[in-house]
């Protein structure tokens, strides 16, 4: 593991950044594991400067995101296909048909997450795949459990999940309570895990999960056994971990 330590959210976000150029540069059809949430809109702000400035050619790089809400159409402003869209996609010249998310819509769970599983499997093995991390420790929508789900599946959201979800929402009520995400095999396969995160309310939770047991219990736990697991973190954020790296 390795921790890189910045200021604050707008460092976090340019190192995050740019150990995502690197891999578009050096791999220009790299595939791109990518996340939502607030944690990473500041490193894709970063990566569309760089665009902007003619430093990265997305015309090569596929997606796959990590995961979907269950039940919101994608011209809905709280999909993960209108969040990418919208931070990153429509910013840059990546093809559209080379991004991937489970389909939000398939209100069959178990043909939804074999064809994502299956558009993965085409995908390719991600080269990096950038995460946030929940408040209770989840990673994509990998909610705390008894066990690490290996693939694609449904997950109902833990109340955690929905009361800090809910700001994106005009009602708590608007919150989908399902979602679908990709598994923890999924995200630990990728060759390199990056992961971003800021600020003192995350700081109990990310200290859990990198100097705790290794427990299905904490989901990003399971980041300490990844071979080439890269944390960027502020200083608020890893404000507990001191003296315990
Ligand atoms: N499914 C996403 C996660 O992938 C993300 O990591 C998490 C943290 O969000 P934030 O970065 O806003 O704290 O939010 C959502 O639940």
Request: hydrophobic share 40%; proline share 5%.
């Amino acid at each position: 593991m390795r921790i890189i330590r910045a200021k604050d959210y707008c460092e976090m976000s340019r190192r995050a950044a740019e150990i995502i150029a690197s891999e578009v540069i050096l791999k220009p059809d790299c595939v791109l594991g990518l996340a939502t949430g607030s944690s990473p809109v500041g490193t894709y702000d970063e990566l569309v400067k760089m665009y902007k400035d003619g430093a990265l050619d997305f015309s090569g790089v596929r997606t796959v995101n990590l995961d979907e809400y269950c039940g919101l159409d994608i011209t809905s402003d709280q999909s993960y296909v209108w969040f990418m869209h919208h931070h990153l996609f429509d910013r840059v010249n990546i093809r559209p048909e080379n991004t991937h998310f489970p389909d939000g819509k398939q209100a069959d769970a178990q043909k939804a997450c074999a064809e994502y599983d299956a558009v993965m499997e085409k995908t390719g093995r991600t080269d990096l795949q950038l995460l946030g991390l929940g408040p209770d420790g989840h990673i994509g929508f990998n909610e705390p459990e008894d066990f690490f789900p290996a693939g694609t599946h449904k997950v109902a959201l833990t109340d955690s999940t929905i009361q800090a979800n809910k700001r994106f929402f005009s009602s708590e009520e608007e919150v989908p309570r399902f979602a679908y995400t990709m598994g923890v095999a999924g995200i630990m396969k990728a060759r390199r895990v990056l992961m971003v995160v800021s600020g003192k309310s995350k700081a109990g939770i990310l200290k859990e999960a990198l100097c705790g047991p290794v427990v299905p219990q904490v989901p990003a736990s399971v980041l300490q056994l990844h071979p080439d697991f890269v944390l960027v973190a502020d200083e608020e954020a890893l404000s507990e971990m001191e003296g315990a790296q």
